[in-house]
């Protein structure tokens, strides 16, 4: 994420929606991921953008060194770039807000790990910590004492409410048959090539 000529690194667990964001110094991002992975423990996948800090030769041999599992943003899953986007968003409108209104950043990042998103009854902190975390706001003690919460069948209806909306309006096209004459967009621009359909498996087969 770019803020006032400033860097930072946005990482974000998908399940809780918790976010760490820390400046960078430099374009290897090995150091900083590390103290993330020491908080919350060392991830099975890692998402990436196709930025140059994801590029850089370090990157693959911390990858190793973690017996962690990399993966970057493609451009045909876009929801799962949208939702890096929406976290690197949220991360830099917390900045904004917190030199509009003299704040500490580290403040404002505190208070949006207390909040609930829609659609789920606890905060990041909640489903990470199993507790709510003390901020400048006051609070109860007994609301401080921990104990196990889970969210995941809220978040697969969340997940099943945007789908539907999301598809409200589509339909099942026809079935395609062996020698069928399709069309295929090029990846790379707006041209469209003629192929062959010549099988069917849990997705069609086209011969080039």
């Not at 970057?72 to 976290?87: A, D, E, M, S």
Request: glycine share 4%; proline share 4%.
């Amino acid at each position: 994420m770019e803020f006032k000529n400033c860097t930072f690194l946005v990482a974000v667990d998908y399940s809780r929606n918790f976010i760490e964001v820390g400046e960078l110094a430099t374009t290897v991002t090995a150091v900083i991921k590390k103290t993330h992975f020491a908080i919350q423990g060392i991830p099975t996948i890692l998402m990436s953008d196709n930025e140059p800090q994801f590029s850089c030769t370090e990157f693959p041999r911390v990858c190793e060194q973690l017996v962690l599992q990399s993966s970057k943003f493609q451009p045909r899953l876009p929801t799962i770039k949208w939702y890096g986007r929406v976290c690197c968003e949220d991360s830099k409108n917390l900045t904004q807000e917190a030199q509009h209104s003299v704040q500490d950043f580290q403040i404002s990042l505190l208070d949006h790990r207390n909040t609930a998103r829609w659609g789920l009854s606890a905060s990041a902190a909640q489903l990470l910590m199993g507790r709510r975390t003390s901020t400048t706001l006051p609070i109860t003690e007994a609301l401080l004492m921990p104990h196990i919460i889970t969210n995941k069948k809220q978040h697969t209806d969340r997940r099943r409410s945007t789908e539907h909306y999301y598809n409200r309006h589509c339909k099942d096209l026809p079935e395609l048959k062996q020698g069928d004459l399709v069309r295929i967009k090029s990846r790379h621009g707006d041209e469209w090539t003629k192929r062959d359909h010549c099988g069917q498996r849990w997705h069609p087969i086209i011969r080039s």
